[in-house]
T-cell receptor, first 115, second 111 residues
Framework: NAGVMQNPRHLVRRRGQEARLRCSPM?????VYWYRQLPEEGLKFMVY????????ESGMPKERFSAEFPKEGPSILRIQQVVRGDSAAYFC?????????????FGDGTRLSIL | QKEVEQNSGPLSVPEGAIASLNCTYS??????FFWYRQYSGKSPELIMF????GDKEDGRFTAQLNKASQYVSLLIRDSQPSDSATYLC???????????FGKGTRLSVIA
């Protein structure tokens, strides 16, 4: 499968636990974007990364949330000390470059539920 | 604040009709425009993108862009029940900037 791969598809955590969401971009893509979608809401940008660099994290809460895209391996979105309000679908998208005409392709998402 | 506005719908059209989905954006410097389709509980799927003023056709889909009016639309000809989904408009102002999404328009094609 050459598409954007996200795992897990579903993740259940209790309040106060940590959530780790993983994303492997499409083959040949070096740019990764994370979005959050609440029920009946649009996609909200969180963070944009290239290999080993955070390019734009303006949409990510300053506390409890972090993201990385190491030289080897998938991009990770990490949420510490989760709260009920973190329950959402988290989508990862990738593109081959940063040019504005490069479409982003989405993974199937991780549905995070906080008990 | 960069904004992308869409009518939330639902937009109901009979099978075989033309569905017209509209989107306006606030940033006059926006360069690229994308339409995604999202079925309930699924991920967004890219269906069209357009960069230049005018029309772009791909099968039953036509994207229309008017930069002077800051308006982009998606026409779906010969609408099918399988087209029933939420359609998301997304805008990129260029360079290393993220896409800005509208909240989407829910389309319902009635058989």
């Amino acid at each position: 499968n050459a598409g954007v791969m996200q795992n897990p598809r579903h993740l259940v955590r209790r309040r106060g636990q940590e959530a780790r969401l993983r994303c492997s971009p499409m083959k040949g893509h070096s740019h990764v974007y994370w979005y959050r979608q609440l029920p009946e809401e649009g996609l909200k940008f969180m963070v944009y990364l290239q290999k080993e660099n955070i390019i734009d994290e303006s949409g990510m809460p300053k506390e409890r949330f972090s993201a990385e895209f190491p030289k080897e391996g998938p991009s990770i979105l990490r949420i510490q000390q989760v709260v009920r309000g973190d329950s959402a679908a988290y989508f990862c998208a990738s593109s081959p470059g940063a040019e504005s005409n490069q479409p982003q392709h989405f993974g199937d998402g991780t549905r995070l539920s906080i008990l | 604040q960069k904004e992308v506005e869409q009518n939330s719908g639902p937009l109901s059209v009979p099978e075989g009709a033309i569905a017209s989905l509209n989107c306006t954006y606030s940033d006059r410097g926006s360069q690229s425009f994308f339409w995604y389709r999202q079925y309930s509980g699924k991920s967004p799927e890219l269906i069209m993108f357009i960069y230049s003023n005018g029309d772009k056709e791909d099968g039953r889909f036509t994207a229309q862009l008017n930069k002077a009016s800051q308006y982009v639309s998606l026409l779906i000809r010969d609408s099918q029940p399988s087209d029933s989904a939420t359609y998301l408009c997304a805008v990129n102002i260029g360079g290393n900037t993220p896409l800005v999404f509208g909240k989407g328009t829910r389309l319902s094609v009635i058989a």
